[in-house]
């Protein structure tokens, strides 16, 4: 690091010379400032020229009880006076360990094996390899597919865009993916007019039962977010869905893999979305809130079924190939320790449910809003989904850019808010008070009465 003044305008120019960001038409800064952010303290941003920013998006999901948090800071100082990396294959290490016995320990029963990665979409991919593998070692080469949701994410390396269905995404590299089968997705916002949240997940669980009837015989698993589909536009849906799932999935023998990546860790209000519908997937991906938002790390957890179909005679090769140089990252892994540790030592659920209440109660006027189509919540994730005619749901041409509108109106009034299209979503860190939940909600909907007029 160099020790030149810093500033806003400065670190900006020296950025967009070299460096090339992610989900972003670079040209757009042009005229959409780049920030350069040099501290972060609980649910703040703070940029060079000193200017705070209220993270209401927790940073990609990623962060949970606050930018620079002391106690994961100092399990993070900690270990890196005693070790910092070393290869995750033929050894191990004491914070590696630990991680794994919590991890079985917090999630649903059945789950006791645990392979680690670091990132979401490199757990999906060890997902869907898994899953593949363990029907090849049994015998059934012939099953190569996976059913996903419609407006489903779950990263975009090839394998793990390949079961994602976000046009924006996937479209330009669809001749490169492999081609799942998709199921209607539950979600409630599609629903048919007077249809309850629980009527159409049993609609979409008779509609894969049908694609199930069809294809099992070809189908690894069935790949789906739990109760929310984030990336999608915050699409929610009932937990009856996911109890249904898992019904179907071991009636049809096809696995069923829980991308928890977003959802995890308390964001739908119980630690895992899979516990209010109390299933036990055969595969749970997590990442983003596994280290509190410090560090990349991910896992998948598995069942004692799946890791005994790979386990044999060298020579037999039924050895679960897949490696990332950093594995089971040490500082990653003391990262997830200290985030779990918060949850065993604090009330964070019970918390979450008055933050929750809270902006619940904020958001609800929006619902008279004549360019707002649906407010919804699911614990800690709300949504607001603006149309242009309220009536027949209409939405606005994606080209208006209407979103970004809100974006950039949240950056001059101190909120990072980055809407979905035209989605305008609230996902906090879990440090977050109600004052601040006034602050993120009053600009948001000061963004919306100026762009979506
Ligand atoms: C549900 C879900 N799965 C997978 C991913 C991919 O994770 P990553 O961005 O760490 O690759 C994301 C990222 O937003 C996600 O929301």
Not at 206 to 224: D, G, K, N, P
């Amino acid at each position: 690091m160099t020790d030149t003044p810093l500033s806003n305008a400065l670190l900006a120019e020296r950025d967009l010379r070299h460096v090339w960001h992610p989900c972003t038409q670079m040209h757009d800064h042009r005229t959409v400032p780049m920030l350069p952010i040099v501290r972060g303290e609980g649910a703040w941003l703070i940029d060079a020229d000193g200017r705070r920013y209220l993270d209401g998006i927790s940073s990609w999901w990623t962060n949970l009880f606050g930018h620079a948090n002391p106690r994961i800071g100092a399990a993070l100082k900690d270990q890196l006076d005693r070790l910092e990396h070393v290869i995750f294959a033929g050894f191990t290490h004491p914070p590696a360990i630990e991680l794994a016995e919590e991890l079985v320990r917090v999630t649903p029963p059945g789950l006791d094996k645990v392979f680690l990665a670091d990132n979401g979409s490199a757990a999906i991919e060890v997902a869907l390899k898994m899953s593949f593998h363990y029907w090849l070692n049994q015998g059934r080469g012939e099953k190569t597919r996976f059913i996903a949701l419609s407006g489903s994410y779950h990263g975009e390396t090839l394998g793990a865009l390949s079961v994602s269905d976000v046009a924006l995404y996937r479209k330009t590299y669809a001749p490169l993916l492999l081609t799942p089968i998709v199921a209607p997705s539950p979600d409630t916002y599609e629903g048919e007019l007077g249809e309850s949240a629980e009527q159409i997940a049993e609609r979409r669980l008779s509609e894969l039962r049908a694609l199930l009837e069809q294809h099992a015989h070809e189908t690894c698993a069935v790949i789906v977010e739990p109760l929310v589909q984030c990336a999608g536009g915050m699409r929610m849906y009932h937990p009856r869905y996911l109890a249904g799932l898992r019904a179907l999935c071991d009636a049809f023998d096809v696995h069923f893999i829980a991308d928890e990546i977003a959802v995890g860790f308390g964001r739908t209000g119980t630690l895992f979305a899979c516990e209010q519908a109390a299933v036990t997937p055969d595969f749970m991906c997590l990442s983003k809130g596994l280290t509190g938002g410090f560090m990349p790390l991910s896992a998948v957890l598995t069942n004692n079924a799946v890791y005994d179909a790979f386990y044999a005679e060298y020579s037999a090769g039924k050895a679960f190939l897949h490696s990332h140089s950093y594995t089971g990252n040490p500082l990653a892994c003391r990262a997830a320790l200290a985030t779990l540790a918060i949850f065993r030592d604090e009330p964070v659920l019970e918390r979450n449910r008055v933050l929750s209440a809270h902006l619940a109660a904020r958001l609800a006027p929006l619902r008279d809003h004549p360019h707002v189509a649906d407010v919804r919540q699911t614990g800690m994730i709300a949504a607001v989904e603006l149309v242009r005619d309220k009536i027949t749901r209409a939405p606005y041409p994606a080209e208006e850019r209407r979103g970004l509108r809100v974006y950039l109106h949240g950056l001059q009034h101190g909120a990072l808010l980055r809407p979905l299209g035209n989605i305008v979503y609230f996902m906090p860190p879990y440090v977050v008070t109600t004052e601040e939940i006034d602050h993120l909600v009053d600009v948001a909907i000061a963004g919306i009465e100026r762009a979506f007029a």
